[in-house]
């Protein structure tokens, strides 16, 4: 400014210099003969010549000026620029605090440079910094939200005082009062923040639109490969936002869901708001994702989608007012359906992308391995609330175990198909899963044979298919160690075996049905040494051994009982029986003493094993 007010100083004495001279030629020229030809050397400037260096001296000042301008605001975006990537340095060393207070002083510099270039009608204002700004601080609130705790820490924002009082001298504008919804006051919940980073992220997309696309060199309209990198980066943030807020909200159903106090219909309006919400965080979510053709966080959102519709038909769940369920409905299933849609379209889309993608096929197939067992998940869960709460208003019990069988079925195919055996975290998981399947398909077979006539000629095929899913559930409880499950498995099987006795009427017959239920029992040899570690489980251990060992002296008596039909013919394996059911009666059991009744029962066994051969 100094240099150009010198300049218009020099420029105006100079100019009354030419007006002096050119009066004393005028004052020379008056006395001189006007016939005399003027010499060429005294030529006079006209008035316009005048006007000419006035504009050029007028020029020359405003083009000086504007160079002075553009390398302030080159000089402030690049100071902007530096701001932000220290703020982004402070981000990564998870100090939020100090990130926050640098990002406001690169706000300051975006605002005194959209100032500047306002006032000189200029609009080539690039907002990527500002952009930059916004995401960052987007992080500065997702972050904190993974992190178990924060440090509060802060920081001396270097020449922030120099800047500003340069500003200040400049009569430049830097309020960014606008922005203070941008920045923490006081500590906030997870939902707030979560919030406060999505307006973050959408404000620097909207940014990004706003500005005008540049054509390059090579004739390619819209923005550069740089620019369109941080859009997709922006927008990638926006829809993990999206998925972390909807996980936030799923979180606050289910404690609903788990958790009801009584307040039936309350709980209700609350949970259909949320659910709402859900929705279309996790429908936003999968917009962005699928523009930035990211196959793997769409995926993720559709199980995530897949979860809420499982939340959803719990939540809708019939129950009386005391707070106890009803039959399964219709409106459950609807929303079971949905989640097995969004399940099984994830599944696909990562089938698709495992084609394209070779390379990283082992990191998809860990992915799909997780959507594939909550489908099963899904299925299984089908299957165990019609068991439990059948809808016997609506369907016939025909129709409700075909049903049934189903979902239990399909829960099975993906359990044996999908490979969970290979995989440390499913193999356990499976295993059980898949032991209660075939415990549960063991008592839905066994509960139809008790409503089925002794003549029914499906009463045989019934009860050995329920016979055959107990036997598995053995296995599968006794392989992974679950001791109390293959002993409540092992008991129902006894009573099934128990209740065909009575239906029996040959000595042959009711004599192999009883050695059968002993062998059977038998069974129990090995989870004898299987330890417990809680005192519930072994209460409940206990428990299940008195019972089956009250059910083996009980097929003693029925194989005595059946001897005793032709006495005169088995006189001395009658007298083994009978001494070995004294024995066995007169064994004394001390509660909750493992080791004697455990010893009692394979005593037992023993001298049984004798006896049949």
Not at 93 to 108: N, R
Not at 163 to 176: A, G, M, P, R, V
Request: glycine share 4%; proline share 2%.
């Amino acid at each position: 400014e100094q240099i150009s007010d010198k300049l218009l100083e020099e420029e105006e004495e100079e100019r009354k210099l030419k007006e002096s001279r050119t009066k004393c030629v005028d004052e020379k020229l008056a006395s001189v003969d006007p016939l005399r030809p003027i010499p060429r050397t005294c030529k006079v400037e006209p008035n316009t010549c005048k006007q000419e260096l006035i504009s050029q001296a007028l020029a020359s000042k405003k083009q000086f000026r504007n160079t002075l301008e553009c390398q302030l605001v080159g000089n402030i975006q690049k100071v902007a620029h530096v701001y932000s990537v220290l703020a982004e340095l402070k981000t990564n060393e998870k100090h939020f605090d100090a990130s926050f207070q640098i990002l406001k002083m690169g706000l300051k510099c975006n605002q005194i440079v959209k100032k500047l270039l306002s006032i000189n009608n200029k609009e080539n204002y690039s907002p990527d910094n500002l952009s930059c700004l916004f995401g960052l601080a987007g992080d500065n609130h997702m972050l904190p939200l993974k992190m178990s705790s924060v440090e509060s820490s802060s920081t001396q924002v270097i020449y922030e005082k120099e800047f500003l009082s340069l500003f200040q001298k400049l009569n430049l504008d830097c309020d960014i009062s606008h922005y203070d919804w941008c920045f923490p006051v006081a500590p906030l919940v997870d939902r707030e923040k979560l919030h406060l980073a999505l307006r973050c992220y959408e404000t620097a997309l909207r940014l990004r639109k706003k500005k005008k696309p540049e054509s390059t060199k090579k004739g390619r309209s819209g923005r550069t490969a740089k620019s369109d990198a941080l859009d997709r980066r922006l927008k990638r943030k926006l829809g993990n936002a999206f998925n972390e807020i909807s996980a936030l909200y799923m979180e606050k159903l289910n404690e609903i869901v788990n958790n009801s106090q009584g307040n039936g219909d309350v709980e209700h309006r609350i949970s259909k708001i949320w659910i709402h919400k859900c929705s279309t965080f996790l429908e936003k979510g999968f917009k962005i994702f699928e523009s930035v053709n990211d196959v793997i966080n769409c995926v993720l959102l559709l199980s995530n989608t897949g979860k809420l519709m499982r939340i959803t038909a719990h939540v809708y769940a019939p129950k009386r007012k005391d707070g106890k369920r009803l039959e399964f409905s219709s409106n459950e299933k609807q929303y079971l359906a949905k989640a097995i849609e969004n399940y099984q379209l994830a599944i696909d889309t990562l089938k698709g992308a495992s084609k394209k993608d070779k390379s990283g096929a082992k990191n998809l197939n860990s992915l799909a391995m997780r959507i594939k067992w909550e489908l099963s998940a899904t299925y299984f869960g089908i299957a165990v609330t019609i068991q439990d709460f059948a809808p016997v208003s609506t369907y016939s019990w025909e129709q409700i175990e075909k049903d049934i069988d189903s979902h239990y079925q399909k829960a099975l195919k993906i359990l044996d198909t999908s490979d969970f055996d290979s995989h440390v975290s499913f193999a356990c998981l499976a295993g059980v899963r898949k032991g209660t399947i075939y415990y549960r398909l063991g008592s839905l077979y066994h509960h139809k044979l008790r409503n089925m006539s002794e003549n029914d000629p499906k009463r045989k095929q019934t009860f050995n298919l329920a016979d055959s899913y107990y036997d598995k559930s053995h296995e599968m409880f006794y392989l992974w160690e679950y001791k109390n499950d293959f002993l409540n498995s092992l008991l129902e099987r006894i009573a099934m075996h128990e209740a065909a006795l009575e239906i029996y009427s040959g000595f042959s017959i009711k004599l192999k049905a009883n050695q059968q239920i002993i062998r059977i029992l038998m069974k129990v040899r090995k989870v004898m040494s299987m330890t417990l570690e809680d005192d519930h489980d072994k209460r409940e251990c206990f428990t299940f051994l008195k019972l089956l060992f009250e059910r083996l002296l009980k097929a003693i008596e029925n194989i005595i009982k059946t001897y005793s039909y032709k006495a005169s013919k088995y006189q001395d394996i009658l007298r083994k029986w009978k001494r070995l059911h004294l024995e066995a009666s007169k064994m004394t059991i001390r509660n909750n003493d493992f080791e004697s009744l455990e010893k009692s029962i394979c005593s037992v066994f023993d001298s049984c094993s004798q006896l049949f051969n």
